[in-house]
């Protein structure tokens, strides 16, 4: 069973995987160029703080943590968050 904080920390790594895979020279053309595409239809670090407080005040049945207490928790790894002023480069050969 998947716990909020789970669920909420699996957003955030994706997320964060997404920016570091575009970033990654050594990963061949088109598959940084698939992480932007993605990247820029994936919830960023604030979209996934206001679906928080929305479902907190919904009767939905998903629940999920506060992405700042997901990155309190896990403050010694190395997350490049998505955020909505995260601007990836398009990937260049």
């Known amino acids: 069973m998947t716990t ?17 895979l575009s970033e990654d020279e050594t990963l061949p053309l088109p ?16 979209d996934v703080s206001w679906i928080t407080e929305s479902l907190r005040e919904s009767v939905f049945s998903i629940q999920m943590a506060s992405p700042e207490q997901v990155l309190a928790e896990d403050s010694d790894l190395d997350l490049a968050s998505l955020r909505h002023s995260t601007r990836l480069r398009w990937p260049d050969e």
């Not at 909020?4 to 570091?20: D, I, K, N, Q, Y």
């Open 4 to 20: 909020p904080t789970e669920r909420t920390r699996a957003l955030l790594w994706a997320g964060s995987l997404l920016v570091h």
């Open 31 to 46: 598959l940084r160029r698939r992480a932007v595409t993605i990247a820029r239809h994936f919830p960023t670090l604030e």
